[in-house]
């Protein structure tokens, strides 16, 4: 198909659910060729029942990789099919067991017929085909349930932002524009004006802030600064340092521009042996709020602020 031409291995997912449902269809139509009355997402269950007396909901999920709830609504299918029945466990009442019906177990030989024809179909395929699809699939599944899809296009993801963030100290005669206007933006958006305390930090950083033994950081992607996040040195003596104008340009989202701001702050408070942090924001900034207590920033209440706009504060003990 021109659309997994065009999209390649970005839509394997897409593939294979396709050609499950290929495969899910023929085999409805495969039942029904064998006049069994089964539905081919029963078949697990209904496989997993015939080898045994009965079994708990919880352990035919483990045998076949399913769900229990899953398991459970296919278990209620079957039953008003006529298929299976249910008893309480012997060595607990609160179990439910499930075992075929007489109806069920009458359809096993039947099905087996099935069951062999399939087999034979299936090796056919294998015979014909340059490649083993079951072996694959199975690799796969090894493959996987070691390391995730997720787990990889993450690290692929962070490896490639490495590449393409930088963040590197502030230089004022490269900065400094940039520095006020990335928070300017933020500020204005959000908010829809900048305060006397913003302009007092925006206008002279390096008196306000770098020649106070604070530091500025500022976020390059591919060379163009896209972020920033500053540390003053705090006048209240509990902290070392506050966190300030954090800042990330709506063009740069989905770098991890942000964790790296906050990454960089930790490590220069920890070189120099800083052991508090502390930092002010609004619950509007939803995200930026949510990334700081990832990070380990816990709320807390009382502080002054020179910030009209601020109602949250955080701090974050470093180990």
Not at 125 to 136: F, K, T
Not at 299 to 317: F, I, T, W
């Amino acid at each position: 198909m021109d659309f997994y031409r065009k999209t390649g291995q970005m839509a394997v997912g897409s593939r294979l659910r396709a050609l499950t449902e290929k495969v899910t269809a023929d085999a409805a139509d495969i039942y029904e060729l064998y006049e069994v009355e089964l539905r081919p997402k029963w078949f697990p269950v209904f496989f997993a029942l015939t080898e045994g007396e009965g079994k708990t909901v919880t352990a035919i999920a483990r045998e076949i990789g399913h769900t229990h709830p899953s398991v459970s609504n296919i278990l209620k299918e079957m039953k008003q099919a006529g298929l299976v029945r249910f008893r309480q466990g012997r060595s607990d009442a609160r179990q439910t067991v499930a075992s075929l019906s007489p109806k069920g177990r009458s359809m096993t030989a039947a099905i087996m017929l099935q069951y062999e024809d399939v087999a034979r179909a299936i090796d056919e395929l294998h015979r014909e085909s340059r490649h083993d699809l079951w072996a694959a699939i199975a690799e796969w599944e090894r493959l996987l349930g070691e390391k995730s899809l997720l787990q990889r296009v993450a690290e692929l993801k962070e490896a490639r932002e490495r590449t393409e963030v930088e963040i590197v100290p502030f230089d004022d005669a490269q900065h400094h524009a940039a520095f006020r206007a990335l928070n300017e933006e933020w500020i204005r958006d959000l908010f829809g004006v900048v305060e006397e305390a913003d302009y007092y930090e925006f206008d002279h950083p390096v008196e306000n802030i770098l020649e106070k033994g604070g530091y500025i950081f500022i976020a390059l992607l591919r060379g163009e600064p896209v972020g920033t996040f500053a540390m003053m040195r705090c006048a209240n003596p509990k902290y070392d340092y506050e966190l300030v104008k954090f800042a990330v340009s709506p063009r740069a989202q989905g770098h991890g521009i942000g964790r790296r701001l906050i990454e960089a702050c930790i490590a220069q408070a920890r070189r120099t042996g800083g052991y508090r942090l502390f930092l002010e924001s609004n619950y509007k900034c939803a995200a930026a709020v949510h990334l700081y207590e990832r990070y380990g920033f816990r709320h807390l209440k009382g502080e002054n602020s020179p910030y009209a706009r601020c109602d949250v504060q955080m701090e974050l003990e470093l180990q």
